[in-house]
Protein backbone atom coordinates (compact mmCIF):
# COMPACT_ATOMS: atom_id res chain seq x y z
CA UNK A 1 0.00 0.00 0.00
CA UNK A 2 1.70 3.68 -0.95
CA UNK A 3 0.99 6.46 1.07
CA UNK A 4 2.50 9.95 1.03
CA UNK A 5 1.94 12.74 3.22
CA UNK A 6 0.33 15.84 1.83
CA UNK A 7 2.95 17.98 2.50
CA UNK A 8 5.49 15.57 0.29
CA UNK A 9 2.95 15.36 -2.41
CA UNK A 10 2.34 19.10 -2.78
CA UNK A 11 6.25 19.97 -2.62
CA UNK A 12 6.88 17.28 -5.63
CA UNK A 13 3.13 19.30 -7.72
CA UNK A 14 5.21 22.42 -6.66
CA UNK A 15 8.08 21.85 -8.78
CA UNK A 16 5.82 21.47 -11.34
CA UNK A 17 5.67 24.64 -13.74
CA UNK A 18 1.85 24.71 -14.24
CA UNK A 19 0.18 24.25 -10.62
CA UNK A 20 -2.64 25.68 -11.18
CA UNK A 21 -4.54 23.00 -13.02
CA UNK A 22 -2.33 20.30 -11.70
CA UNK A 23 -2.93 18.12 -15.28
CA UNK A 24 -0.18 15.99 -14.77
CA UNK A 25 0.52 12.36 -14.62
CA UNK A 26 2.95 11.13 -11.61
CA UNK A 27 4.34 7.88 -11.28
CA UNK A 28 4.66 6.21 -7.48
CA UNK A 29 5.54 2.02 -7.17
CA UNK A 30 5.68 2.29 -10.89
CA UNK A 31 2.13 3.27 -11.35
CA UNK A 32 0.50 6.51 -12.96
CA UNK A 33 -1.84 8.80 -11.64
CA UNK A 34 -3.48 11.64 -12.89
CA UNK A 35 -3.09 14.70 -10.35
CA UNK A 36 -6.30 16.66 -11.68
CA UNK A 37 -9.37 15.34 -9.98
CA UNK A 38 -11.54 18.34 -8.34
CA UNK A 39 -10.66 16.65 -4.82
CA UNK A 40 -6.57 17.06 -5.64
CA UNK A 41 -7.30 20.80 -6.30
CA UNK A 42 -9.57 21.23 -3.21
CA UNK A 43 -6.97 19.68 -0.71
CA UNK A 44 -3.65 21.70 -2.70
CA UNK A 45 -5.35 25.04 -2.76
CA UNK A 46 -7.77 24.95 0.45
CA UNK A 47 -5.78 23.17 2.67
CA UNK A 48 -6.19 19.03 4.33
CA UNK A 49 -8.23 19.90 7.48
CA UNK A 50 -12.14 19.21 7.44
CA UNK A 51 -13.73 22.56 7.68
CA UNK A 52 -16.25 21.00 10.03
CA UNK A 53 -14.41 19.33 12.61
CA UNK A 54 -11.07 20.01 12.18
CA UNK A 55 -9.50 16.33 11.35
CA UNK A 56 -6.49 16.77 9.89
CA UNK A 57 -6.21 14.35 6.41
CA UNK A 58 -2.52 13.22 7.27
CA UNK A 59 -1.99 11.01 4.17
CA UNK A 60 -3.01 10.60 0.53
CA UNK A 61 -3.12 6.83 -0.44
CA UNK A 62 -2.87 5.18 -3.81
CA UNK A 63 -6.22 3.58 -4.69
CA UNK A 64 -7.51 1.81 -7.57
CA UNK A 65 -11.21 2.36 -8.23
CA UNK A 66 -12.46 0.18 -11.60
CA UNK A 67 -9.43 0.60 -13.80
CA UNK A 68 -8.16 4.40 -12.61
CA UNK A 69 -5.97 4.75 -9.91
CA UNK A 70 -6.65 7.82 -7.52
CA UNK A 71 -5.29 9.28 -4.46
CA UNK A 72 -7.36 9.08 -1.66
CA UNK A 73 -7.00 11.79 1.31
CA UNK A 74 -8.01 9.79 4.70
CA UNK A 75 -7.01 11.55 8.30
CA UNK A 76 -6.86 9.62 11.69
CA UNK A 77 -9.78 9.47 14.02
CA UNK A 78 -9.24 9.25 18.45
CA UNK A 79 -10.15 5.58 17.56
CA UNK A 80 -7.19 5.07 14.92
CA UNK A 81 -9.65 4.31 12.16
CA UNK A 82 -9.09 6.14 8.72
CA UNK A 83 -11.56 8.74 7.97
CA UNK A 84 -12.04 9.52 3.81
CA UNK A 85 -11.83 12.82 2.88
CA UNK A 86 -14.15 14.69 0.39
CA UNK A 87 -15.05 17.92 -1.35
CA UNK A 88 -18.08 19.65 0.03
CA UNK A 89 -20.10 22.43 -2.06
CA UNK A 90 -20.11 25.11 0.68
CA UNK A 91 -23.39 26.00 -0.95
CA UNK A 92 -25.00 22.85 -1.95
CA UNK A 93 -26.01 22.21 -5.39
CA UNK A 94 -29.40 21.64 -5.30
CA UNK A 95 -29.56 25.58 -3.85
CA UNK A 96 -27.42 26.60 -6.70
CA UNK A 97 -23.76 26.53 -5.67
CA UNK A 98 -21.13 26.23 -8.27
CA UNK A 99 -18.39 23.76 -9.29
CA UNK A 100 -16.24 26.41 -8.72
CA UNK A 101 -12.97 26.21 -6.29
CA UNK A 102 -14.32 29.27 -4.81
CA UNK A 103 -17.48 27.45 -3.22
CA UNK A 104 -15.46 24.22 -2.62
CA UNK A 105 -14.02 22.91 0.60
CA UNK A 106 -12.31 20.19 2.16
CA UNK A 107 -14.29 18.34 4.06
CA UNK A 108 -14.24 14.32 5.98
CA UNK A 109 -16.66 12.04 4.79
CA UNK A 110 -18.94 11.58 8.32
CA UNK A 111 -19.05 15.17 8.38
CA UNK A 112 -20.01 15.62 4.95
CA UNK A 113 -23.27 13.25 5.82
CA UNK A 114 -23.86 15.33 8.69
CA UNK A 115 -23.78 18.21 7.09
CA UNK A 116 -26.34 16.75 4.22
CA UNK A 117 -28.51 15.89 7.05
CA UNK A 118 -28.37 19.08 8.78
CA UNK A 119 -28.91 21.13 5.57
CA UNK A 120 -32.30 18.69 4.54
CA UNK A 121 -33.27 19.22 8.97
CA UNK A 122 -33.19 23.03 8.40
CA UNK A 123 -35.23 23.25 5.36
CA UNK A 124 -37.83 21.03 7.06
CA UNK A 125 -37.60 17.77 5.30
CA UNK A 126 -36.14 14.71 6.15
CA UNK A 127 -33.25 13.74 4.93
CA UNK A 128 -33.38 10.97 2.10
CA UNK A 129 -29.89 9.66 0.82
CA UNK A 130 -29.37 9.71 -2.68
CA UNK A 131 -28.87 6.02 -3.87
CA UNK A 132 -30.66 4.28 -6.67
CA UNK A 133 -32.06 1.77 -3.77
CA UNK A 134 -33.42 4.20 -1.27
CA UNK A 135 -35.39 6.36 -4.17
CA UNK A 136 -37.13 2.80 -5.50
CA UNK A 137 -37.93 2.44 -1.98
CA UNK A 138 -38.91 6.41 -1.99
CA UNK A 139 -40.95 5.67 -5.18
CA UNK A 140 -42.51 2.21 -3.62
CA UNK A 141 -44.41 4.17 -0.88
CA UNK A 142 -45.00 7.05 -2.97
CA UNK A 143 -47.17 4.58 -5.27
CA UNK A 144 -48.47 2.58 -1.87
CA UNK A 145 -49.66 5.67 -0.59
CA UNK A 146 -51.48 6.53 -4.12
CA UNK A 147 -53.05 3.04 -3.83
CA UNK A 148 -54.29 3.69 -0.82
CA UNK A 149 -55.95 7.25 -1.27
CA UNK A 150 -57.90 5.92 -4.55
CA UNK A 151 -59.21 3.43 -2.33
ZN1 LIG B 1 -15.02 16.25 9.69
Redesign the pocket.
Known amino acids: MFEISPAELFSLIQRRDDKTKLNFVMTFDGISVKTNSKNMSVFYHKGTI ?1 A ?4 EGTKFRLERIVNTWVLNLYGVDENGND ?1 LFNKDHIVPKFEGGSDSIDNLQP ?2 C ?2 NGEKGKDTWHNRGQSYIPKTKKSKRIINRRHRVKEIMNNK
Do not use: A, K, Y
Request: glycine share 10%; net charge positive; charged share 10%.
Open positions: CRCGIIMCPC
